[in-house]
């Protein structure tokens, strides 16, 4: 169960196929809340391994009912959030449409339901005080993400409730990394989270690293927003110093005004080497991704969640065999630690000479940038990639269902 859309959730989706093809009768159940991201997911499910339903929020093409069903939702989440906003009222609503997804999930008969999300989290409690077998999977801090501007219509203080009953009652719960397992489990006690990271199946060793050798090399991020408050102005601060030749490739929605915005960052002979990529499906990610060389994860140490989880940007660099570039959170750092050569650790981001003299170490060093892009593809392969976890994901779901 998730509170979002399959396109948006690759966790769910890797989880659920796992699941589906080892035998498992398994239903995905979501949210229906954006038309570009439900055609996606048509696509992603029409040979999957599952069955796929969801809460309408749209109601585009229905009956009039539908419709209207689908606006009531909208206007109860507005309210709810309105309600949290000004009173401090902790409604589950404003997490989402929890009391439709919970009159859902109560008509799919299963003997384990595995919640998403924040509003399936609340769900879940509610599955578990009717006695149904419930599991728990806490991708993010929920109760300590977002900035302090961004947190006033989100229920705090239930998200904290929430959390830590599923860490006294659940069957099990998954976090992303050991830094995030540690973190909930000193917060609230209860069982501490087994860790099934947010890694990919390993794609085939890339080999476009010789093709593209005269090729200056090519920085790449991205994210479903290009946006401010994820390291780009800093980044592109200390771009802007470097003196080795290369390339910088940025993915995911951006308006024109904040793309103006990083361009005026640069001085006017590096802006022709920035490019801007619209969003791609998930299956084209991946391919996309081995067509650069540097891997860029600028994630920040605040708020705490984004301190401590190990987020797929990172992950999905190491399977494309691209050398890393990365901020020094705790997550990041659990897993450079395992293969320091995979790539370079920022410790101050907002340090521009520093990062443009680790930039241009990396880019004048054809030796050490290989090293690292072999390094990193071997990190991949024997810790981080989902050929690793799902042996401990059935493992889970075996167990929770012997009890």
Known sequence: MTTG?????PRVLKEATTLGEAGYRVTVLGIRNRRDAADTDLSLTAKAPFLH???????????????????????????????????????????????AVLAAARRIPADLTIV????????????????????????????????????????TVLLRRNEKALLHQACYVTTTSEALAEGLFSRYGGQRPEVITNSFPLPALPHHREQNRGAAPSFFWFSQT?????????????????????????LGQVCDDYRRHLLSLLPEPLRNRVSFRPLVSPEELPNVISQHDIGLALEESTPLSRD???????????????????TATKGQCEVLSKEPLAGILLDNLDDPKTTA????????????FLARQQAAYQLAK???????????LLELVAGALRD
Not at 309 to 325: D, F, R
């Open 5 to 9: 859309h399959l396109s948006r959730n």
């Open 53 to 99: 339903t969801w809460v309408d929020m749209l109601g585009e093409h229905e009956s009039f009912t539908s419709r209207f069903k689908a606006t009531l939702r909208r206007g109860r989440q507005r309210l709810a959030r309105e309600l949290v906003s000004r009173f401090g009222l902790q409604s589950a609503e404003a997490l989402g449409p929890s009391a």
């Open 116 to 155: 998403h999300n924040e509003a399936a989290h609340w769900v879940g409690l509610k599955l578990l005080a009717e006695g149904r077998r419930v599991a728990a999977d806490i991708e993010d801090w929920h109760s300590e993400d977002l900035l302090p501007s961004d947190r006033a219509a989100r229920p």
């Open 226 to 250: 290009i946006g401010p408050g994820r390291g780009l102005e800093a980044f592109l601060a200390a771009y802007a110093r470097t003196t080795q030749l290369s390339r910088l490739t940025l």
């Open 308 to 326: 401590l989880t190990i987020t797929n940007k990172i992950l999905q660099y190491l399977g494309s065999g691209l050398a890393v570039i990365a």
């Open 357 to 368: 003299a680790a930039l241009d170490t990396l880019l004048g060093s054809p030796d050490e």
């Open 382 to 392: 024997t810790h981080y990639c989902w050929e690793q976890e799902a042996p401990r």
